[in-house]
């Protein structure tokens, strides 16, 4: 039997339901502005719903300011002092011995064992201010110096590391020893992916120069998790993924048919053995199968218009290069693609620096500055991180013999500089800062671990409660260190 009000409610007319969903509406509006957390089913648990795409995350730590990330990595590093860390002292004291109070007693590399004299070097190339953020740019950057206003640039950068391959491990993966997953991996683990056409980790390289060190795939590994959470390398050319089109013979539905076969025998193995790693071929075996549609669309460009073309570069045109790579990734952050990681390799100036850094310069500035008025115009900026910078910093003082033409900079773990932009990040800010000889810092110094919390905690992730069991041992990204960098957050 119904009660007297279940009838009233059953007689409302269509305007008094119209007229009440509007006011809740509203008032879910008013309560969206005063206390946008609460919003979100589990606020008050410290939990917030989502993001429901598969992830081994039921519920987002706190509401995330990022749902994607582009992290632009710049193999080789890149001196900070001929970028972004303007030091004038450098070149008032050019060819002077670093003071012994400034080297103190930190660990040089290897390869300035010979070497007797450390000569003070300054930058050839001039630097401007602006006038926005009070920060300064190299006349090698122009392009990103006209985005200064979205740019957070981090002056103060440090690491343990000293030597490329266990520094680009160090920052990708939290340690400096193979073996440990990616943070792009951590990021499909923990927060899945809306788009089941695509990877969630997509990986592209690119170099600047011939002479380059090769990268160590264990930076886009996905170590002890999951293996089909690694990150997946796109390629230029006729394959962008390998071993992805059917042979000879095959065709689509005889693909599937093959596939739902191959899934049954998997099914029983699996109920059998209990081994994860058969769930993870499967997985891999049907995304496999959905890229064979999506990735011939996202990797055609004859879609993008010509002043797309103009702003990237001409460089956007042939595939593999560092604004090609550019392009794709906005391509697949539209298309919801959680983590795309760039390499562009050539940054590693121990001689001849003036000519190389320029080189290295002239295939990425035009491309990074690009993405960012890319990601704005379209309103991704927003909710995209973007990330630039390398695995550690350069000497304030020469390697090798030192000429007004010519120099080079040895490896320096203890500063270094990166730029953040979108995703929560502060807009238009210079962070932390180095001593006036750019060799240690002053202010605010932000470690690997603090660098990775930050980007976590911005993809709604505490970087201490992202853990995955392993022999025993809990493990998370930022291993048991790391602390968020507040003071760069929007």
């Known amino acids: 039997m119904l009660t007297d009000i279940q009838r009233a409610y059953l007689r409302a007319s269509r305007r008094d339901f119209l007229k009440t969903t509007s006011k809740g509406l509203g008032a879910l509006a008013l ?18 719903t989502g993001p429901g795409n598969g992830g081994a995350m039921p519920n987002y730590h706190h509401a995330p300011k990022a749902k994607r990330v582009i992290y632009l990595f710049q193999a080789g590093a890149p001196s900070h002092l001929e970028t972004f860390d303007y030091k004038p002292l450098l070149n008032e004291r050019w060819g002077e ?5 400034v080297r103190g007693t930190q660990r040089l590399s290897g390869m300035l064992a010979a070497q007797s004299s450390f000569p003070l070097v300054g930058s050839k190339f001039e630097f401007t201010r602006s006038a926005k953020t009070g920060g300064y740019f190299s006349s090698l950057m122009p392009h990103t110096a006209s985005v200064a206003e979205d740019l957070c640039v981090v002056n103060s950068m440090y690491t343990e590391a000293i030597n490329h391959e266990p520094a680009t491990i160090f920052m990708q993966t939290g340690s400096q020893q193979v073996g440990r997953p990616s943070v792009g991996a951590w990021m499909s683990y923990g927060l899945g992916s809306a788009n089941k056409n695509l990877p969630s980790f997509v990986v592209l390289l690119s170099k600047g120069r011939d002479d380059v060190q090769n990268l160590n795939m264990q930076s886009w590994s996905s170590g002890f998790l999951p293996s089909h959470h690694q990150g997946v390398q796109f390629r230029s050319g006729k394959d962008p993924v390998l071993f992805l089109n059917n042979p000879n013979g095959i065709n689509r539905d005889r693909r599937r048919m093959e596939l739902n076969v ?11 053995w209990g081994d994860t790693e058969i769930d993870s071929k499967i997985n891999q075996y049907e995304m496999a199968y959905r890229m064979q549609a999506s990735v011939p669309e996202i990797t055609d460009f004859s879609d993008e218009p010509d002043y797309i073309f103009d702003m990237y570069g001409e460089d956007a045109r042939k595939p593999g290069t560092f604004a090609a790579n550019c392009l794709m990734a906005r391509r697949l952050a539209e298309r919801d693609v959680p983590f795309v990681q760039l390499y562009h390799m050539g940054w590693d100036q121990h001689g001849n620096l003036p000519t190389g850094i320029s080189e290295m310069a002239r295939s990425s500035d035009q491309a990074s500055a690009a993405l960012i008025k890319d990601l704005k115009q379209r309103g991704l900026l927003e909710d995209t991180l973007v990330v630039w910078g390398g695995e550690f910093g350069r000497t304030a003082f020469s390697q090798g013999k030192l000429t007004i033409d010519n120099y080079g900079r040895d490896h320096h773990p203890r500063c270094f500089s990166i730029w953040m932009a979108g995703g929560g990040v502060k807009p238009g800010m210079v962070y932390g800062k180095t001593d006036d000889f750019g060799y240690n810092i002053a202010e605010n110094g932000v470690h690997v671990h603090d ?13 201490e409660k992202l853990i995955f069991k392993h022999q025993g041992r809990r493990y998370r990204l930022t291993d048991v260190h790391g602390h968020v960098v507040k003071g760069i957050l929007a």
């Open 31 to 48: 309560g969206s502005l005063i206390a946008p957390g609460q919003l979100f089913a589990g606020a008050e648990k410290g939990l917030v």
């Open 451 to 463: 660098f990775q919390a930050t980007m976590l905690h911005l993809l709604g992730v505490d970087h």
């Open 262 to 272: 191959l899934e049954s025998l998997d099914r029983e193995q699996q109920q059998h």
């Open 97 to 101: 011995e670093i003071p012994d109070s």
